[in-house]
């Protein structure tokens, strides 16, 4: 019960979603943690840094993939990673990129829809 009522007081004060059926590792840092959105099925590793008004989610509300983010990646600010795409460890997600597809580990994707920076 207590959980849940500090649920309910974190998304009304900051307006973060971070449901409590996401597999969230230790170390997850949110710097600027305004409007951030973590859906049910999301799995997000160790030491990973989100910015605000990141959404990790579903693509279609059909469809159940979520995103797997593997270790020490950071996501930057407005950025939303949809459906079931993978993120590798080390990867870096820039401000407002649209991450549909996989990300390598130690890669840099930016724009919308993403693309990798070589």
């Keep these: 019960?207590?959980?849940?009522?500090?649920?309910?007081?974190n998304v009304r004060t900051t307006g973060c979603y971070l449901s409590p059926l996401a597999d969230i590792a230790h170390?997850?840092?949110?710097?600027?943690?305004?409007?951030?959105?973590?859906?049910?099925g999301v799995t997000?590793?160790?030491?990973?840094t989100l910015y605000q008004?990141?959404?990790l989610?579903?693509?279609?509300?059909?469809?159940?993939?979520y995103p797997k983010i593997g270790d020490n990646v950071i996501v930057y600010a407005g950025a939303i990673v949809a459906g079931g795409v993978t993120v590798g460890?080390?990867?870096?997600?820039?401000?407002?990129a649209v991450v549909i597809r996989d990300v390598p580990a130690?890669?840099?994707a930016v724009g919308n829809p993403a693309r990798l920076l070589s």
């Design 1 to 9: 019960m207590l959980s849940k009522l500090l649920w309910r007081w």
């Design 27 to 40: 170390g997850l840092a949110m710097p600027h943690a305004v409007g951030v959105v973590v859906g049910e």
């Design 44 to 48: 997000i590793g160790k030491n990973v």
């Design 53 to 55: 008004h990141v959404t």
């Design 57 to 65: 989610g579903r693509s279609r509300s059909d469809q159940p993939a």
């Design 89 to 96: 460890d080390g990867a870096v997600i820039g401000a407002n």
């Design 106 to 108: 130690g890669a840099k």
